[in-house]
């Protein structure tokens, strides 16, 4: 009788901790918020030293003390398809979401950076340069400061599970020749405009998918360059993108339900100086 008693604890224990486990999906899981605030912060080059430093380009110091007061503060990293899936259909999200991006994909993103996002648990999007990959992939000396990644090391840096591969433009990272970055033309129509983002931006999804096996759901606007009616978010959602970045420093709000409050996100430039504390509270 006894153990007949026990034999039916133990069962009515498990069934009891079955009622309250976490699906093994965070797929079947939803959002009680109707929004929530995201900062997004923008990186670009990461140095071995202080020396080194400048506007666009903090020590690996720096970066790692930022990780550490984000993780330290409660905040979770997040990827863009985990912002997507919450902004189409509610699916939860940590309390406190941050998303982490890196332009201009230098090789230090590589050799300093993930060694960091490894180590602290926390992702990361890259948004690369077709051009720039091409001419690195066939340099034979890498240059931590100015070597951009080489199309194998954009590879790696997707199969690590902590990174996400962006779209920073084929060809259109240029300020000179009129058009500035991918932005429109002066008195350019906007069926023109359109062909131009499509073919540019169409290379470089079709370019990263062959090499990682997957196209970038992010595009970060070069020299935050974004039309400010949102004329081109309707080319950017035909190219398979979810979300887009500018450099305005600002926080954002993502809506639930609301797919388009994921384009046009704000960012804070990460320099030298920045408080991440001031900033992010």
């Not at 060694?115 to 340069?129: D, F, G, N, Q, R």
Request: aromatic share 10%.
């Amino acid at each position: 009788m006894k153990r007949c008693l026990y034999i039916f604890l133990i069962l009515a224990s498990c069934l009891s901790l079955a009622a309250f486990a976490v699906p093994a999906s965070g797929s079947d899981l939803k959002d009680a918020r109707e929004e929530i605030e995201l900062p997004v912060l923008m990186y670009h080059g990461l140095t071995e030293t202080a020396e080194a430093a400048d506007e666009y380009n903090i020590p690996a110091s720096a970066f790692e003390s930022d990780l550490r007061w984000l993780s330290e503060h409660g905040f979770t990293s997040v990827s863009v398809s985990q912002l997507a899936a919450y902004a189409s259909d509610g699916s939860a999200l940590p309390e406190k979401p941050v998303l982490i991006t890196f332009d201009d994909g230098y090789y230090n993103n590589y050799a300093l950076a993930l060694p960091l996002l490894e180590k602290y648990h926390m992702k990361a999007v890259v948004s690369v340069i077709g051009e720039k990959a091409d001419q690195s992939s066939g340099d034979l000396y890498r240059n931590l400061t100015n070597s951009s990644l080489s199309w194998g090391e954009i590879a790696l840096l997707a199969k690590s599970g902590c990174v996400e591969i962006g779209n920073h433009t084929y060809t259109l990272h240029h300020a000179d020749g009129g058009r500035k970055g991918a932005g429109r033309l002066a008195g350019e129509s906007a069926e023109d405009y359109a062909n131009v983002l499509r073919a540019d931006l169409s290379a470089l999804q079709e370019k990263v998918s062959s090499v990682t096996g997957s196209a970038p759901l992010l595009f970060a606007w070069p020299y935050g360059e974004y039309p400010p009616d949102g004329s081109a978010d309707a080319v950017l959602k035909e190219l398979g993108f979810a979300a887009s970045v500018t450099s305005y420093q600002k926080m954002n709000v993502i809506k639930r339900g609301e797919p388009d409050s994921l384009f046009g996100l704000k960012r804070f430039l990460r320099t030298p100086d920045f408080d991440i504390g001031s900033i992010i509270c």
